[in-house]
């Protein structure tokens, strides 16, 4: 692969990209290209799963190899745009990585040999006090802390996982409720306020021209071709324009995320 034809490919539409790597995936130079041009997907999708219990590397990781999943599985002749497809797959990898990797909490090993001794502590004082002995108890037959005991009570069900199915052992009326059902859910509604805050906010920033060409193409569906014809300007135009203000996009979505 020589160093125009490479320059060719860079200076080349995305879509025109993915035409050529469908018709040949073992062209390297192509597809390299395309993981370049939609690493910030990756980027963004990663950062929404910040400060979970997860480095952003791993995610940033997991997130590219799902990137370079998608391209190579990606058929443009179904008329799709990439980003809609590539963002499920790129979600759904990341989102594994917590099933798999961490589904519990790393207890430091500091309090798990505690917590072993004030459950031996709590066996022993039952036995002399012919009762459950008390946090306070447990900490002065130890000669530790009443907040060291907590502390490793508290922590102990870090390792101790507990199904969502077993009953809350509540006094109410609402005796056979379980844990899952006192668990809040996620509401979808307040991530699409955001966006679309995010978007209208967006919008103010660009001129009319640059709002005819994102409210077409994004809003309506309209290929470049269309809207250059409405507009009466160049296909190029559209072309350039979209680009520019997709940049401008990225840059304003990334001092928020």
């Known amino acids: 692969m020589n160093l125009i034809t490479e320059k060719k490919y860079e200076e080349m539409d995305v879509k025109e990209l993915f ?23 990756a980027k963004i999708l990663s950062r929404k799963y910040m400060n979970k219990g997860v480095d952003y590397e791993d995610l940033y990781q997991v997130a590219s190899l799902a990137l370079i999943y998608a391209i190579d599985r990606y058929d443009i002749s179904k008329g799709f745009e990439f980003s809609s497809f590539a963002t499920p797959t790129i979600v759904g990898e990341i989102k594994k990585y917590f099933r798999d990797k961490v589904w519990t909490l790393r207890v430091p090993r500091r309090i798990q040999e505690l917590s072993k001794k004030i459950s031996n502590a709590k066996v022993y004082l039952e036995q002399e006090l012919r009762r459950s002995p008390t946090p306070s108890e447990i900490a002065g037959y130890l000669d530790i802390t009443e907040e060291e005991v907590l502390e490793a009570m508290e922590a102990s069900y870090g390792y101790q996982p507990v199904s969502l199915d077993t009953p809350s052992n509540d006094d109410s009326e609402d005796k056979d409720m ?4 006192r668990v809040g859910t996620e509401e979808k509604n307040f991530r699409h306020i955001e966006e679309m805050d995010f978007i209208n906010h967006f919008m103010k920033t660009l001129n009319e021209l640059e709002v005819q060409i994102i409210r077409g193409r994004f809003f309506d569906n309209k290929t470049q071709s269309v809207i250059a014809e409405e507009l009466g300007i160049s296909q190029m135009t559209v072309s350039r324009l979209e680009k520019k203000i997709i940049e401008k996009l990225k840059k304003e979505y990334n001092k928020v995320v």
């Open 19 to 41: 035409k050529i790597f469908s018709d040949d995936k073992t062209n390297a130079a192509v597809r390299n290209i395309l993981i370049e041009k939609h690493l910030y997907l």
């Open 178 to 181: 379980t844990l899952g059902d």
